[in-house]
């Protein structure tokens, strides 16, 4: 099934909306960064780049396929439309002026505050728009789960509720009558979640049914769309990984150290006071060293020593999960944690090669080694460096057990499997969000 089949707005006014949003916005950002920043009055070839701006941005965000009903609506696929538009956008705009406007005189600062501002202010509005009309939104995306073979998490159908998605379980006991239940429930998707191989008369069953109108999904599509994680199965049979999974080629890790470096300066530059104060606030909490260092998984499956400040008491009861409410960390390592600024200094491991910003997160060799023995592909994510922070780390909570690892295994199979430049501002975005307290980007 294709990605575009999936149905994804179920609110038809939502395109238009979009549509209204890349159409004004341009023009009036360039308006109001006019008024702000000049007292020299509005000239028409201000009025000749709104107009223009508008119409190429409406065009070109429809020749993507953004206004489509059955377009993703994830935050990267967004980053993705607005900025290649905005891109095309720019660079017609400036063929025109040098062209036919050329007579016409810009001001710098202007045109250059409006180039970078209004793809940020149009992202931020759809996003806005988006999460509003799935607040209020009534109607919901109901998807028919036939067997039991795999049992939705709480976090799950969080998530699902979220994106307005309700489950409704079939039982697969009484064959003959399937097709008389889903058709009575006319779901927009019948989800397959066989315990085993499908048999002749189910397969006929289900032929009949997407003959009928009725979209059959699978278990690990529905995961990659939906939850945008990779099932693992528990039977360890399905060996897709080992195909689909692929670390970063030449031209995508290039892009990923850039993007370290330019983190590497801009988050050390700015921290740096942040740091400086942690340290101070350890040692009057906690006496005892000021960081923590312990060896890590990375790359390859070689070891090296990841560097935190540190957030317990030192000389705590070994543990290797924390728990709520974990009487080892003391007042300000339970903020530095939340706040995630007990991870700043492994910036210096992300100078050094050891370590992404992005990536899977970091685990003890001890873990490892436990978690390679009970979670199948567990060392597919070792494709990769380490990083900060990660798919996983933002989309699902602290692990407490083997069964959570493997969930956040899951997150990291997507991210590392669908990686791309728009992947990466989307985690680099939620980070952020989950920093400032905002866990449901």
Known sequence: MRKSSFQRYQNRKLPFIYGLIDLLIPALTLSAIHFCLTPQKWSKAYCYLALLSGIFFLLGTAFQGGYSRYNERSISKKLEITFKTWFFNVFLLLTITYFYLVTLKFDRVIMTTWVISTPIIVLVLKILVNDITRKISKKKTRVAVLGKN????????????????????????????????????????????????????????????????????????????????????????????????????????????????????????????????????????????????????????????????????????????????????????????????????????????EMHLLGPRTEWDILVENYEKEIPYYHERHLVRPGISGWAQVLYPYGANTEDSRQKLMYDLYYIKHWSIWLEMETLIRTIGVVLGKKGL
């Open 150 to 353: 795999y049992h939705f998490n709480e976090h799950e159908h969080k998530t699902l509720k979220n994106q307005s998605i309700e489950l409704i379980c079939i039982s697969i006991d009484d064959k003959e009558q399937i097709q008389d239940k889903v058709l009575q429930l006319s779901p927009d998707y019948l989800l397959l979640n066989l315990e085993g191989p499908a048999n002749t008369q189910l397969i006929k069953d289900l032929t009949h049914l997407n003959v009928k109108g009725i979209r059959v999904i699978e278990l690990f599509h529905f995961m990659e769309a939906f939850l945008r994680k990779c099932y693992i199965p528990y039977d360890k049979q399905d060996l897709s990984y080992l195909d689909s999974v692929r670390s970063y080629n030449t031209t995508n890790y290039c892009l990923k150290r850039l993007i370290d470096w330019c983190a590497v300066v801009i988050l050390g530059t700015f921290t740096i006071p942040v740091m400086l104060i942690s340290a101070y606030k350890i040692k009057k909490e906690s006496p005892g060293k000021v960081f923590f260092s312990q060896s890590r998984v990375g790359a390859r499956g070689e070891s090296f020593k990841a560097v935190k400040f540190r957030s317990m008491h030192e000389n705590a009861k070994f543990d290797p999960y924390t728990q709520k409410e974990d009487p080892r960390i003391f007042p300000f390592g339970n903020f530095m944690r939340k706040s995630r600024i007990d991870e700043l200094p492994q910036l210096w491991n992300v100078i050094k090669g």
